[in-house]
């Protein structure tokens, strides 16, 4: 079955640091990828996403490759502020849809340190 | 715009006692979802409902039941909750077909003593 691998954490970085949190994909055909956040106490929201292979999903200085030679969506960001602390979670949507939804990684957890 | 709206927001139960988790969406999707969220484990799904009239089971369905009461709403039920279901829980909602995300709600934090 489809499933996605990320590091779990927790990624600790100084602000303005660069940020690098890896995901990899396993899926038939061509799924549609996400990147989702959950801030402290809330529920999750859609970061970004990319629905075909090299499509760049960006949002709020995050981005992302969809990278199907090394079924890869690496999220990055250039200069991380402290408000970005938060959980991260990759996620996929199967090639044709899938009636149970989305499948996640286990999310990684982001501290930035002022 | 409202999106998905799950109530309530906090619960502490006793072992053995039952509740209803409520959640409704105002965006006309077809599908919806629970899922769970414990440390380490990620999001794991309970149940879901692929279109009005029809619910299955996810990953992790046992002690749970779930009602797709219309388009609008899906309600999870603990029969006889135990400590083991102490989590996080999450409805979300989405369109069907590929390239759809799911919209979530801002969860229940369920404690069972």
């Known amino acids: 079955g489809d499933s996605v691998t990320q590091m779990e954490g927790p990624v600790t970085l100084s602000e303005e640091a660069f940020l690098t949190i890896n995901c990899t994909y396993t899926?038939?055909?061509?799924?549609?990828l996400f990147w989702y956040v959950q801030y402290p106490g809330e529920g999750l929201q859609l970061l970004l996403k990319?629905?075909?292979a090299d499509d760049k999903g960006s949002n709020k200085g995050f981005e992302a490759t969809y990278r199907k030679e090394t079924t890869s969506f690496h999220l990055e960001k250039g200069s991380v502020q402290v408000s970005d602390s938060a959980v991260y979670f990759c996620?996929?949507?199967?090639w044709g849809g899938g009636a149970d939804g989305l499948t996640f990684g286990k999310g990684t957890h982001l501290i930035i340190q002022p | 715009n409202a999106g998905v709206t799950q109530t309530p927001k906090f619960q502490v139960l006793k072992t053995g006692q039952s509740m209803t988790l409520q959640c409704a969406q105002d965006?006309?999707?077809?599908?919806m979802y629970w899922y769970r969220q414990d440390p380490g484990m990620g999001l794991r799904l309970i149940y879901y409902?692929?279109?009005?009239?029809?619910?299955d089971k996810g990953e992790v369905p046992n002690g749970y039941n779930v009602s797709r009461l219309n388009k609008r709403e899906f309600s999870l039920r603990l029969e006889s909750a135990a400590p083991s279901q102490t989590s996080v829980y999450f409805c979300?909602?989405?369109?069907?077909?590929?390239?759809?995300?799911?919209?979530f709600g801002q969860g229940t934090r369920l404690t069972v003593v």
């Open positions: 409902s692929a279109s009005e009239g029809t619910t």
């Open positions: 996620a996929l949507s199967p």
């Open positions: 899926a038939t055909g061509y799924p549609s």
């Open positions: 965006m006309n999707h077809n599908s």
């Open positions: 979300a909602s989405s369109r069907r077909g590929q390239n759809t995300e799911a919209f």
């Open positions: 990319a629905t075909k």
